[in-house]
C-alpha cells in the first residue's frame, strides 16, 4: 500500500469513525427524550456504535500516520530537548 492511498484510508475510516460515533451519541440522547420510544435493540446498538466508531477513528489514526506523530511529538515534548530532561539524584 503506498504512502498516500495509507493516508487517504486512514483519513476515510477516521471520518467513517467519527460518523458512527455521533450517530451512536444522538441515538443515545433521542432515546433519553421522553416523546421518542425506541426499541431496545436499537438502543443498543446505538451504544455499541459508539465504541465501533471508537475502534474505526483508532484504526484509521493507525493507518494514516497520525498516531505516531502524536507519540514522536510526546517523546520531543518530555525528552528531546536537554532542559526538558527530568534529572534524577541518585545516591
Not at 483519513?11 to 421518542?36: D, I, K, T, W
Not at 435493540?41 to 493507525?62: D, V
Not at 494514516?64 to 514522536?72: F, I, M
Amino acid at each position: 500500500m503506498t504512502r498516500k492511498y495509507a493516508f487517504v484510508t486512514g483519513n476515510v475510516l477516521m471520518a467513517a469513525g467519527l460518523l458512527v460515533m455521533v450517530l451512536g451519541v444522538v441515538c443515545s440522547v433521542l432515546n433519553q427524550l421522553s416523546g421518542v420510544n425506541l426499541s431496545g435493540s436499537l438502543i443498543e446498538g446505538a451504544i455499541f456504535a459508539i465504541f465501533i466508531g471508537a475502534m474505526l477513528w483508532l484504526a484509521g489514526a493507525r493507518l494514516s500516520g497520525r498516531e505516531k506523530v502524536a507519540d514522536r511529538y510526546f517523546w520531543l515534548r518530555h525528552y528531546g530537548d536537554e532542559r526538558c530532561r527530568r534529572h534524577h539524584s541518585g545516591h
